[in-house]
């Protein structure tokens, strides 16, 4: 629970990198969601998703969606054979006026992310704001998501609001974080402060994700997939799932 209050609002962060269709080819058939918004972000690969609302569709690399699961969704991604899957998914937690609104879909496709040419390499905005440059509105919590390059031995100083929750995650590549060596794949939380500093190595370039967002401040009931703010609400969703009385909503709506 210490882990779910520190990085409030973001709940889960789950990256895949392989270039090995075996190991993610079965993908995730269809399985419920509540109370939470889940974003996929690919950098490379696809992916088929679809849902019990009866949308479907493909993300490519490049791409994005973001998904409010609200109210309850039933919901599979499959990614497709490609010569690397790379990317990650992050679980944003929905404030309690939120948590059962309608289920949608935001995709977000390479087009909508606008992408900035720095000294030390590249930014890519998901979300949120870079350089008076904005990439998406999200529908609920205002996250700021960023997909940084630093060229090889190339330092990044970056204003950050304090009053938000902070960090990143190196999805390729070591960097220097806050003056310590970081190893790829980590996950690194800053404490308040106005500005982060992270420098690749000498040798080679680093890829991070960069993540903002303000605490929602709120009791966390966490079973799975789903993410309420009470345990009977918990237990309820669950007794829904089990009596068929799960989804409130449907595609005609």
């Known amino acids: 629970m210490r882990t779910v209050q520190d990085f409030d609002p973001f709940l889960m962060l789950d990256s895949f990198d392989s270039d090995n269709p075996e190991d993610y080819i079965k993908g995730f058939p269809l399985h419920p969601h509540r109370g939470i918004e889940t974003i996929t972000y690919l950098i490379q690969g696809e992916i088929e998703h679809q849902d019990s609302l009866g949308n479907s569709g493909v993300i490519r690399s490049g791409e994005s969606q973001w998904m409010t699961a609200g109210s309850g969704i039933l919901h599979q991604e499959m990614p497709q054979a490609a010569p690397r899957m790379l990317g990650l998914q992050i679980w944003l937690n929905l404030p309690k006026k939120s948590k059962m609104t309608h289920p949608a879909y935001f995709d977000i496709t390479a087009k909508m992310i606008p992408e900035i040419n720095e000294k030390f390499g590249t930014v890519r905005i998901v979300s949120g704001e870079y350089a008076e440059k904005k990439g998406v509105n999200p529908p609920h919590i205002p996250a700021t998501m960023l997909d940084i390059t630093l060229n090889a031995d190339r330092e990044l100083l970056l204003p950050v609001n304090p009053d938000e929750t902070v960090f990143v995650f190196l999805i390729e590549g070591d960097a220097i974080v806050g003056g310590l060596p970081q190893d790829e794949k980590t996950a690194v939380l800053f404490d308040a402060g106005d500005a982060i500093r992270i420098r690749a190595t000498e040798t080679a370039p680093s890829r991070f994700m960069f993540f903002s967002g303000k ?20 237990e309820s969703a669950f007794d829904e799932l089990n009596d068929g009385t799960f989804i409130r909503h449907n595609a005609k709506e």
């Open 215 to 234: 605490p929602l401040h709120e009791p966390v009931a966490w079973g799975g997939p789903i993410v309420m703010n009470t345990r009977e609400e918990l």
